[in-house]
Nanobody, 125 residues
Framework: QVQVEESGGGSVQAGGSLSVSCTAS????????MGWFRQVPGNDREFVAG???????LYSDSVKGRFTISRDNAKNTVHLQMNSLKPEDTANYYC???????????????????WGRGTQVTVSS
């Protein structure tokens, strides 16, 4: 069984920085796309960023230039550094694994097979 678990997050004032990390267990994900999504109550789950096995990144327009995604395949870990945070970044952030061995990052949540429980990011104005 493949599992992913988020860590990090927290609360920060607007303009500050936070990071979230995701570690997989049960099976290595070095060949798979990893994605970050976020969700607030009443809203759809929103794509934030993704990274392929060979470090090709994709960001949503809302976070481009502020967030950086990276992965450490040896540790089965993906990291999302979030800078210049805005109140609208407040959400529960989920790590997701695409186990189909896609060569591209896909934005839709339906393409991802394994999800973490989420970690909260709160940005105050």
């Amino acid at each position: 069984q493949v599992q992913v678990e988020e860590s990090g997050g927290g609360s920060v004032q607007a303009g500050g920085s936070l990071s979230v990390s995701c570690t997989a267990s049960g099976r290595a994900f070095s060949d798979y796309v990893m994605g970050w999504f976020r969700q607030v109550p009443g809203n759809d789950r929103e794509f934030v960023a993704g990274i392929t096995w060979n470090n090709v990144n994709l960001y949503s327009d809302s976070v481009k230039g502020r967030f950086t995604i990276s992965r450490d395949n040896a540790k089965n870990t993906v990291h999302l550094q979030m800078n210049s945070l805005k109140p609208e970044d407040t959400a529960n952030y989920y790590c997701a694994l695409d186990q189909t061995a896609s060569t591209i990052v896909r934005r839709a949540a339906r393409y991802y097979d394994t999800w973490g429980r989420g970690t909260q990011v709160t940005v105050s104005s």
